[in-house]
């Protein structure tokens, strides 16, 4: 049977795409190994969301690439990249066997025994599936309710990538969750897409997140955790959902982008500082224990020393538990990369650091605040060079946010919920003894 082995690149929605595609190889009789150098066939699932994002799918093909020179194996680029750079990335990678784009994952198998003469095969539209070849540990998955966007943020791609917002059918998405559930033992869903508040209303004529969360929450699933609400569709309903139903982690990611009203206006947001504003008190009243987690974008054309120093107040006023932040990059064929106003990538990178730097020192004492504290942790496996456990509070989402270390007397299992004693910190991480 040949081997296929792929590298997943770019957000934890590319890694559903990942996980799809290799349950589509699966089921063509293909086997699926995690290490490349043994496979028939290499397929690196691209991002293209911002220049950093383009620099690492390209390192990644050439690294993979050069392995050529040891053996032979065919080597596929999926994903945004090529659909949307199409044949001007292929001139450039003569190394590349084929070129397909972000709905041709279930056609691969069948592209890859046919040998099509074109090296560039964008042609295909979605094939939602409920099978998956799980690429985390069994503790958590993602879980991709929709794909596309409709949001037209002035600095973004996503919709020319990825076409309009579509939702997946409810019924599905209670399905896979359940199979991941009982099949996998995952306990802990993590609800993506490029705009999770804005779930059903192409396909259903409503806003319809809170009724997902619903029906999700009757599965099995121990834990749902929310990723990417846009802070104007982030209801009352939505804050009682988190609130009152105790499977929904007591978190939330807000992506907010500035706080600045002339900044937010150019970006094409829409909401504003007042909104804003409300809407994190609203939360933290509603919700005192809610951890928030956004992104900024520092360095946006027109981005004035005033208007970076409101941003950089705000983030110590709002004391979000995490942040990330991006220096803007200029993406060609969005409306933003034609306004005035550019600012030169040594200020942009300045003031991300600046901000990083403020955001750490707030982390750290919201971390510090809870030694001594009982968590619920998670225990996702083990931390060889620090020989110890490692798992996450219902504030972690994995991969980005911190974790728990913690210590042991008795014997524990991945996948399993403990109560930790917290003790002390590492950096910005907790670290604790089993109770």
């Not at 609130?243 to 907010?256: E, G, H, M, Q, R």
Request: hydrophobic share 35%; with cysteine; aromatic share 8%.
């Amino acid at each position: 049977m040949p081997k296929i082995g792929a590298v997943s690149l770019g957000c934890d929605k590319n890694r559903v795409d990942t996980e799809n595609m290799l349950a589509y190889f699966s089921e063509a009789g293909w086997i699926v190994t995690s290490d490349v150098s043994e496979a028939d066939v290499v397929v690196v699932n691209t991002c293209s969301f911002i220049g950093d994002a383009k620099k690492e799918s390209i390192d990644a093909i050439l690294d993979i690439a050069a392995l050529k020179q040891k053996r032979e194996f065919r080597l596929v680029v999926t994903g945004c990249l090529p659909q949307r750079y199409g044949d001007k990335i292929a001139g450039l990678l003569p190394e590349v066997d084929l070129f397909t784009g972000i709905a041709d994952y279930s056609a691969l198998p069948e592209l890859i025994a046919s040998s099509p003469k074109e090296r560039v095969c964008i042609r295909g539209c979605d094939t939602f599936t409920e099978n998956r070849v799980l690429t985390t540990d069994y503790s958590y998955a993602y879980l991709k309710v929709s794909d596309g966007c409709d949001n037209h943020c002035t600095y973004c791609a996503i919709p020319m990538i990825r076409g309009p917002y579509r939702s997946r059918d409810m019924d599905s998405l209670v399905r896979e969750t359940r199979t991941l559930v009982t099949t996998y033992g995952v306990k802990e869903i993590n609800l993506v897409a490029q705009d999770l508040t804005r779930y059903g209303k192409d396909l259903y004529g409503r806003y319809a997140i809170t009724e997902l969360i619903d029906k999700l929450s009757q599965t099995g699933v121990s834990w749902i955790r929310l990723l990417y609400c846009y802070p104007e569709l982030v209801t009352d309903e939505l804050i009682e959902a988190i609130s009152a139903n105790d499977k929904v982690c007591k978190y939330i990611d807000i992506p907010l982008q500035h706080i600045n009203d002339g900044v937010l206006k150019r970006m094409g947001r829409r909401s504003n500082r007042a909104q804003i504003e409300n809407l994190i008190e609203k939360l933290r009243k509603k919700i005192p224990s809610v951890a928030i987690r956004s992104t900024f974008i520092t360095g946006f054309p027109g981005e004035t020393e005033e208007a970076f120093s409101e941003l950089k107040d705000f983030v110590i006023r709002a004391e979000f538990d995490y942040a990330g932040f991006f220096a803007y990059s200029a993406e060609e064929d969005t409306p933003a990369a034609g306004l005035k106003g550019r600012i030169p990538q040594r200020i942009k990178r300045q003031r991300k650091t600046e901000l990083e730097k403020v955001q750490s020192a707030i982390t750290e004492s919201k971390q510090k605040s809870l030694i001594g504290t009982t968590q619920r942790v998670l225990y996702q496996g083990i931390d060889f060079d620090r020989q110890m456990f490692v798992g996450r509070t219902e504030k972690n989402a994995p991969d980005i946010d911190t974790v728990v270390y913690f210590k042991s007397d008795k014997p524990v299992e991945a996948g399993n919920f403990y109560d930790v004693k917290i003790v002390n910190t590492r950096k910005l991480n907790l670290t604790g003894v089993l109770k």
